[in-house]
């Protein structure tokens, strides 16, 4: 009786074992290839091309120009935080505030910031424009993800949405945003990559429709940190009365 009980206990421990370790394999073998779907945009690649072409030529080095050194290499941390020269008070590039950001209202040529960039009637043209602000808004991040995801499904305004977080991948926080039709109740939780859950961020809670941001911090529901890995959030939207209106899983993944 004995030998058949350590038998068994062998058999079934070998069983999870292996259990394990093509759950383990499965895994990263997901997390891999959505990683490499996810590939990021780089602030060289789409923006520090539109200054090689129209900026440095007069914002090379220390020369005039507000010592503004727009060359690749050194554009970044000349103007992301950076104070104006010119204009008290304000960043040359505010991370997440186009509208308060000197370089973006030179460029759409907002005469309360003195001349236009460039200079002399050469303006940008409307798509160049759009991906500085963009860029701008979106954090002015050296590398950030794709933003348009709510559009993958032909989502308009006057649908319910729930947009890939921002930044994805991300280090120490990310954003959440959510389209709402109508006035409801919205549920967002957040679970691991085996589907347990790990954070309940809102619960039933009544928003007014329109859009709505929430932050993440890669916390459980303890504010304990989470490890790296692959994480799925879930919107839940209901109406006031508690009927299903909506509801949408995402992943996201955090680097730490
Ligand atoms: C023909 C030369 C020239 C070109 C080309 C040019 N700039 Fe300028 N820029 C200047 C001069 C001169 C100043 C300082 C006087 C002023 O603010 O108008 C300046 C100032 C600035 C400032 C203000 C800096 C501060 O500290 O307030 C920003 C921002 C700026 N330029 C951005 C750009 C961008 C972006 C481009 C390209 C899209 C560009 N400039 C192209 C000559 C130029």
């Avoid at 304000?90 to 973006?104: A, H, T």
Wanted: glycine share 8%; hydrophobic share 35%; with cysteine.
């Amino acid at each position: 009786m004995m030998m058949l009980k350590k038998y068994l206990k062998q058999v079934l421990l070998r069983k999870f074992k292996h259990k394990n370790y093509m759950l383990m394999k499965r895994n990263f073998l997901f997390f891999w290839i959505i990683s490499s779907l996810l590939v990021a945009q780089k602030y060289e690649d789409v923006i520090q091309p539109i200054w090689d072409e129209h900026c440095a030529s007069c914002h090379t080095g220390n020369n005039y120009s507000g010592d503004l050194d727009l060359s690749s290499g050194s554009s970044y941390d000349n103007m992301v935080n950076v104070n104006s020269k010119g204009y008290q008070g304000y960043k040359i590039v505010k991370p997440g505030d186009s509208e308060n950001s000197v370089l973006f209202q030179k460029i759409v040529g907002n005469i309360a910031f003195g001349n236009p960039m460039p200079p002399g009637g050469n303006k940008l043209s409307s798509s160049k424009e759009e991906k500085i602000k963009k860029w701008i808004n979106d954090g002015a991040l050296k590398e950030w993800g794709d933003l348009a995801i709510e559009n993958e499904f032909g989502i308009t305004p006057n649908l319910f949405g729930l947009a890939q977080n921002y930044p994805n991948p991300f280090n120490a926080v990310t954003s959440i945003q959510i389209s709402l039709v109508k006035d409801s109740k919205i549920t967002i939780k957040v679970y691991d990559f085996l589907g347990k859950e790990v954070n309940s961020l809102i619960i039933n809670q009544s928003l007014q429709k329109g859009s709505h941001r929430f932050i993440w911090k890669g916390e459980d529901d303890n504010g304990y940190q989470l490890p790296s890995g692959v994480y799925l959030y879930r919107l839940e939207v209901n109406s006031m009365n508690g009927r299903e209106l909506y509801q949408n899983t995402k992943k996201m993944i955090m680097l730490k």
